[in-house]
């Protein structure tokens, strides 16, 4: 019998028409061979190539050069197995291209999820600056199932990020620094809550209004909630956290307040409950709550006084009294000053992420009343991205007031 391992010394290539890989496994059992009594035999050796490494049928002459005392029947085998092989190969690609097609049926039907009635599923998407006085992109932006805030945003957006996408550097090459020893950045809120989730966590829901602004940090604090997404966070609230909306009122504004009442409800607002101020309804508040009334019925509550007297930290750019309502800057500076046709909606919160944020209506006069809830039941899209509104005489303005803080950055 000629052994495998006396063929393969005499011939130190393997023959020229067994494949690259196939040669290295003659290497590799001639060195098993060489073993002596503890490896394996040539025939063992041959069969073993022959049943677990299937050869062409070219190959075979050179394969039985090596191993001529195999019968005929172990390369029919092997020309078998081939076949075999093939046939395999042949399921693992069918069963691939299954796999593939439910995989990517599965991320379609994720994505019907996300439409609704025939329609797709959309965020509001608002970027501006200098609290919101200037838009720099305004966008119905569609939502995928699973989208966060960064993923839409990349879509629509030029956006850089730093550790590891938590912290937002630059929007279309506007960039976060410091402007004249004063610092930029870019600040966000989801339905009107300043966010306490980085945009690389935070889920978007179909509907929600995504505000991004670039503004000085007032006084090392982050305003904690604007006006300028309202019906909203009325409706599908901060987080998709929605319990119900309180709307309080002081003195004879129940029937503003009804009025209110009955229009959040028409676009979808659920569990409102309408009540009378009192005290420690404020602080004690569990829901989205907003409070409708004269100046002077609200300063009679301490916590509502309170809450008011800290202007920039509440994000209420408004000096309040019962006879005039001083319109203040981005610093805290008035700017204007006035004392009849005048009202107010401003909004705040108890922090970043306040499921509980707090809209004060207020004015001079009863009229200022009539002006500002006619504003947010018929005309609310006025105040959109406003961190507060000031309407005096009919005429909308802009909170904080005055335009000439910023420097010109892009």
């Known amino acids: 019998m000629r052994c495998f391992r006396e063929v393969r010394l005499k011939s130190v290539a393997a023959p020229a028409t067994v494949s690259d890989d196939k040669a ?49 029947g172990a390369f029919i085998f092997n020309s078998m197995q081939f076949e075999r092989s093939k046939q395999l190969i042949k399921k693992i690609i069918f069963v691939t291209l299954i796999i593939i097609s439910f995989l990517t049926f599965t991320a379609c039907s994720e994505q019907v999820r996300m439409i609704n009635n025939g329609r797709e599923a959309t965020a509001k998407l608002l970027v501006s600056k200098d609290f919101g006085s200037s838009t720099i992109q305004d966008e119905n932006a569609k939502v995928i199932q699973g989208d966060r805030v960064l993923d839409l945003m990349g879509r629509y957006l030029k956006v850089d990020t730093q550790y590891g996408g938590g912290f937002i550097k630059s929007i279309n090459q506007v960039s976060s620094g410091s402007i004249n020893g004063q610092r930029y950045d870019w600040f966000y809120y989801v339905n009107g809550v300043a966010s306490d989730c980085s945009a690389k966590n935070y889920k978007v829901r179909e509907n929600d209004r995504i505000h991004w602004d670039y503004h000085p940090w007032a006084d090392n604090s982050i305003i904690p909630a604007i006006v300028g997404a309202y019906p909203e966070p009325f409706i599908n609230g901060f987080n998709g956290q929605t319990k119900g909306t309180m709307i309080l009122y002081a003195g004879n504004c129940k029937a503003e307040a009804d009025k209110l009442a009955v229009r959040l409800k028409n676009k979808g607002a659920e569990n409102l409950v309408i009540g009378s101020l009192s005290e420690n309804s404020v602080t004690k508040r569990v829901n989205p709550t907003i409070i409708i009334g004269q100046w002077k019925d609200l300063e009679t509550q301490k916590e509502i006084k309170e809450i008011c007297s800290a202007q920039i930290k509440s994000g209420i ?48 006069d009863y009229k200022g009343i009539e002006q ?34 910023f420097c010109k950055v892009f």
């Open 24 to 72: 290295s496994y003659y290497t590799h059992w001639r060195k098993l061979g060489r073993r002596g009594s503890g490896g394996f035999t040539s025939q063992d050796t041959c069969l073993y190539m022959l049943y677990t490494y299937p050869f062409r049928r070219e190959e075979e002459e050179n394969v039985a050069e090596l191993c001529p005392s195999l019968p005929r």
């Open 317 to 364: 750019y408004i000096n309040f009294s019962s006879s005039k309502f001083e319109l203040l800057d981005a610093k805290g500076k008035p700017v204007e000053i006035h004392n009849k046709d005048v009202s107010a909606i401003v909004a705040t919160g108890s922090g970043l992420g306040d499921t509980k944020p707090l809209f004060i209506v207020t004015s001079v």
């Open 372 to 405: 500002a809830v006619d504003l947010l039941v018929k005309n609310p899209e006025k105040i959109r991205g406003y961190y507060g509104a000031a309407i005096i005489n009919g005429e909308v303005k802009r909170l904080p007031a005055g335009r000439g803080l």
